[in-house]
């Protein structure tokens, strides 16, 4: 018997990915595609018709029609739409039908494909990824004019935020509810510390009484006995 929460997947290609949110990015600008090619004219050095247009953006729901994207056009589509080159290579969400994408690869075996966090990985890097993506960005930045660096520094670093609160987020669950606790945490050990600190002078004070105490009741016998 076959679980029935188990996902089903539909096949897409790269260059759907891409067409799908080439779709997403005109739609979240609210240009027609009239707009967006007018947009993007100064940075592909042609003029798309609307029907091109059209056809590239289609071209997520059409295996027979694909549209294959350049390294120029998506470096013009991060220029027009004002957003990283990878943004046009997240993985589309379901489908309306619920099915989620598999994105596969030149000479794949029918079925077979990346899954949607699999492309994330590929857009983001592993961890040894990164590492090597932050050694080779340093030797960038090292290059660029010093009233340069520190600009696109803010931004790597901002990318790299960003990347890191997502783990964070995937590990600990809402973060809202960590700092919280962690508020509470930390008034929790400030009372404590504020009750330890009253107690060790409470102790030290009757310490200093009970040491001095004795010496005055000498001296009181020693008075009565003369």
Do not use: C
Request: glycine residues 8%.
């Amino acid at each position: 018997m076959t679980d029935q929460h188990e996902p089903t997947y539909v096949p897409i290609t790269g260059n759907q990915v891409v067409a799908y949110n080439l779709r997403m990015a005109r739609l979240r600008r609210g240009w027609t595609q009239e707009e967006a090619a007018e947009r993007l004219e100064p940075y592909l050095g042609v003029r798309w018709s609307k029907a091109s247009y059209s056809a590239a953006e289609r071209s997520i729901e059409r295996q027979d029609r694909i549209r294959n994207f350049t390294a120029d056009e998506l470096l013009a589509f991060s220029l027009a739409f004002e957003l990283p080159v990878a943004w046009f290579l997240l993985p589309p969400e379901p489908d309306v039908g619920g099915r989620m994408p598999l994105i596969a690869y030149p000479g794949a075996e029918e079925g077979r494909g990346h899954h949607p966090g699999v492309l994330i990985e590929l857009v983001f890097g592993t961890p040894e990824g990164q590492a090597q993506l932050e050694q080779r960005l340093a030797e960038i930045l090292r290059r660029l004019p010093l009233a340069e660096q520190g600009r696109y520094m803010e931004l790597v670093s901002h990318v790299a935020g960003l990347a890191g609160l997502s783990a964070v987020r995937n590990t600990l669950g809402d973060l809202s509810v960590w700092i919280e606790n962690l508020q509470d945490l930390t008034a929790l050990l400030e009372q404590a510390q504020a009750q330890t600190t009253e107690t060790m002078h409470e102790a030290i004070d009757r310490f200093v009484s009970a040491y001095s105490h004795p010496e005055s009741e000498e001296s009181d016998d020693d008075a009565g006995s003369r």
